[in-house]
């Protein structure tokens, strides 16, 4: 039990459609990241988000889109969605400092099915 | 870019025996290698972590090594327990914001 929490767990969406997944962060923590998982895949960078802003994005287009508000909780949109879309869309929640690579976890995940 | 390899896809070993499990990385400026342990249908589960400033860390049945002239690290499992089964993933931090993952070692523990 991490206590970061996601959701909704599963979800499926039409293409063209936009998609909000929702994560709370673990206690304590300042700095939510979010993933995409692919089938067979590792977890993909997408964005960072801590004191709520941007801090640091990989390679996805700019329709992946994140919010983080006052309570460290954070929200990424997706806006049309594409069939290449469909993963498992984790959070993970952090301290950031000096030991942060001590205290990433990760949520469960947002199933999101793309047709 | 895959930064960070598990060249290793799947490993079968006995229950009570030792679980190796290697992973690569080619950016020496990573800060931190975590190991995280995954179940189908559910969110990775941290196990263990080092800095790379250290070569060795060691939690319960849990031991990470970090060679960094080769850039390689291992998670070593003594004794492998059949909940152990799982997809195991390595994971690399950089600049203290992004993990940089490798494609996973199915481990499979039998009885």
């Known amino acids: 039990e991490t206590g970061v929490t996601q959701s909704p767990t599963h979800l499926i969406k039409t293409r063209g459609q936009q998609v909000t997944l929702r994560c709370s962060s673990q206690?304590?923590?300042?700095?939510v990241s979010w993933y995409q998982q692919a089938l067979g895949q590792g977890p993909q960078f997408i964005f960072q988000?801590?004191?709520?802003?941007?801090?640091g994005r990989g390679n996805f287009p700019p329709r992946f889109s994140g919010l983080q508000f006052p309570n460290y909780s954070s929200e990424l949109n997706v806006n049309a969605l594409e069939l290449d879309d469909s993963a498992l869309y984790l959070c993970?929640?952090?301290?950031?400092?000096?030991?942060?690579?001590?205290?990433?976890?990760f949520g469960e995940g947002s199933w999101l099915t793309v047709v | 870019d895959q930064q960070v390899k598990q060249n290793s896809p799947s490993l079968s070993v006995q229950e009570g025996r030792i679980s190796i499990l290697n992973c690569d990385y080619t950016?020496?400026?990573?800060?931190?290698f975590l190991w995280y342990k995954k179940y189908p249908a559910e969110g990775p589960t941290f196990l263990i972590s080092?800095?790379?400033?250290?070569d060795k860390n060691e939690d319960g049945r849990f031991t990470v090594f970090l060679n960094k002239s080769a850039k390689h690290l291992s998670l070593h499992i003594v004794p492998s327990q059949p909940g152990d089964s799982a997809v195991y993933f390595c994971?690399?931090?950089?600049?203290?914001?992004?993990?940089?993952f490798g494609a996973g070692t199915t481990v499979t523990v039998r009885a």
């Open positions: 206690s304590g923590h300042n700095t």
């Open positions: 994971a690399a931090l950089l600049n203290d914001y992004k993990l940089s």
């Open positions: 080092i800095s790379s400033i250290k």
């Open positions: 988000y801590y004191r709520e802003e941007e801090n």
């Open positions: 993970a929640s952090s301290l950031k400092g000096p030991s942060s690579g001590n205290t990433i976890y």
């Open positions: 950016n020496s400026m990573f800060d931190y």
